[in-house]
Every structure is written in C-alpha cells, then in structure tokens.
C-alpha cells in the first residue's frame, strides 16, 4: 500500500515506538491520528507532525468506538493502524510481600492485549466496509506490538510476557479472517528499543540487555521499528506473520 495520504492511526503515539512511527509516517505523507492516554504527549507529537491528537484509553471499548468516528469525520477512513499503547510493569509471582496481586497481572492483559484487540477488532470493522485502494484489493493493514519477551521472558515478566504471547497468539486467525476483505495483520516483536519505557529501568540492566545483542551491540532506536512498519505496510507480501526486530538478541534467563 503507498503510504502518502492514507490514513494512519498510531496508538500510544504520545511516545517511544509509537511516536517514531506517527512521525515516520507523517513524513511519508500519510495522516496521522494519534492516539494515546498521555493528553498533553499526544498533542505534542500530533503538533510537530501536523495530526491530529486524540485522548483514549484503548480499553474503553466506547470510548475507542467515539474517537475512531472523529478520526473518520476530520482525517478520513483509517487504511493504517499501528498498536503501540503498551505497559511494562514489572513482578514476582511470589515476593517478599506474598503472591502478586491478581489485579496486577490482570492490569498488563488488559492494556496490552486486550487494548490492542479492542482497537484492532473496531478499525477492522471500518477497513473492511472501506473501497479497495489497488489492484490487489487491499482495504487496509494493522501492526501489532508483540515483543521477545513473548518467548524468552525474565524473571518478573509473566505478566508482560503473556500479554505479548497473546498479541503472537492473534496475529494468523485475524490474518486469516480478514483475509477476504483485503486487511492484513502482522506483529512486530522488538528486542529491547531506547524508549522512556526502558530507559526508566536502571542503567546495569539496560547495559545487560545490550551486553545480549548479537549486532550491533546497543538498543535499538524507535526510528528502527518505525522504518520495519513502512516495509510492512509497502509489502502486500506480509501477513499473518510477527517479525522479530532484535539485532538477533535472545534475552537469558537472568
Ligand atoms: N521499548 C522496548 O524495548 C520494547 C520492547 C518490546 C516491546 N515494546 C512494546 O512497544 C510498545 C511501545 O513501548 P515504548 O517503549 O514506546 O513505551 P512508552 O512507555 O515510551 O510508550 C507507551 C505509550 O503507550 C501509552 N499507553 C499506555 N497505556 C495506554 C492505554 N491504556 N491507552 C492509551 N495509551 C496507553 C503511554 O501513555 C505511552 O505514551 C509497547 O507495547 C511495549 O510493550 C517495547
């Protein structure tokens, strides 16, 4: 799909990955809507880039289903959507101050997989009802974050791990279903990108991480993710697939 002048939703674009790809696009040309709970963030990106901002939480299943019909009246129907909203809290099953709150756990799910759902499932709908834009028949492309914690997660991450696992785990049956209507999916699988969600980890850590890279040696930079999602959506080839973005790292166990 040509990029320029489409347009393209970024959740949690107010920062990191997702405001790489909403300023990667825009310089592409496509419209960007960008989505994000960090209001002040979100308007911010939207101003530089000359989008649009709109505050949501992508688990409100109302309140997505009310934004995306101001993106369809002020930008046009979405032929773009790239899921970046995404939290990364860390926690034990089992520490000093007992189980992990179930509530916790119940917390990361909700906002990396089922936000991701609830956004992909109501921008779907709109693709598929939307005129094919080429010869193929393509009607539109959604990217989900997924991430390498999904198969090689550390101490402290099973809930983030099981949430990314479950963004892999819907990536072919949405391919498949959608399909017939001319929208891919695809996810992408980062190993470990220089975002505020990783530089808020303590500086051994992140030296650790790096230390795990095979080439090159160092985190990636959002910009990395942002040009592997132009490729996706150019390449009419991909669907139904999660590319692991990750310099080649596998993450230890320690
Ligand atoms: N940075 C990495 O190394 C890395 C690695 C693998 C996967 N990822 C994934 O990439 C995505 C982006 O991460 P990042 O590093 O840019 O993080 P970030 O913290 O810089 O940005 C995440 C953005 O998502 C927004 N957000 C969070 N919850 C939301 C909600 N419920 N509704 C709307 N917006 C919400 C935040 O406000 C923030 O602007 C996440 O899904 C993350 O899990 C990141």
Not at 60 to 85: W, Y
Not at 148 to 173: D, F, H, M, N, R
Not at 200 to 210: I, T, V
Request: net charge neutral.
């Amino acid at each position: 799909m040509d990029i320029k002048d489409q347009v393209a939703i970024v959740t949690g674009g107010g920062s990191g990955i997702g405001a790489a790809v909403a300023q990667w696009l825009a310089t592409l040309g496509a419209k960007v809507a960008v989505v994000d709970r960090q209001t002040p963030a979100a308007i911010s990106i939207a101003e530089e880039i000359g989008g649009i901002a709109y505050a949501c939480d992508v688990t409100d299943a109302t309140g997505f289903e009310l934004v995306l019909n101001r993106i369809v009246s002020e930008l046009g129907e979405p032929r773009i959507c790239v899921n970046c909203a995404g939290i990364c809290p860390a926690a034990k099953v089992v520490s000093k101050t007992g189980p992990m709150p179930l509530a916790d756990f119940e917390q990361v799910i909700q906002v990396n997989l089922v936000g991701t759902f609830n956004v992909m499932r109501l921008v779907a709908h709109r693709m598929c009802e939307a005129v094919p834009l080429n010869v193929d028949g393509e009607r539109g492309v959604i990217i989900n974050t997924a991430s390498i914690a999904a198969y090689e997660g550390q101490i402290g991450q099973t809930a983030y791990s099981a949430s990314k696992a479950g963004v892999i785990g819907l990536t072919l049956p949405a391919a498949r279903e959608l399909a017939r209507h001319g929208v891919r999916v695809m996810a992408i699988a980062p190993g470990i990108i220089a975002t505020p969600m990783v530089q808020a980890m303590p500086a051994a850590l992140q030296e650790n991480l790096a230390a795990q890279m095979l080439f090159p040696k160092r985190l990636g930079s959002p910009t990395e993710f942002a040009k592997l999602v132009q490729h996706i959506v150019e390449n009419p080839l991909l669907n139904g697939s999660v590319i692991r973005l990750d310099a080649g790292m596998r993450m230890s166990a320690n």
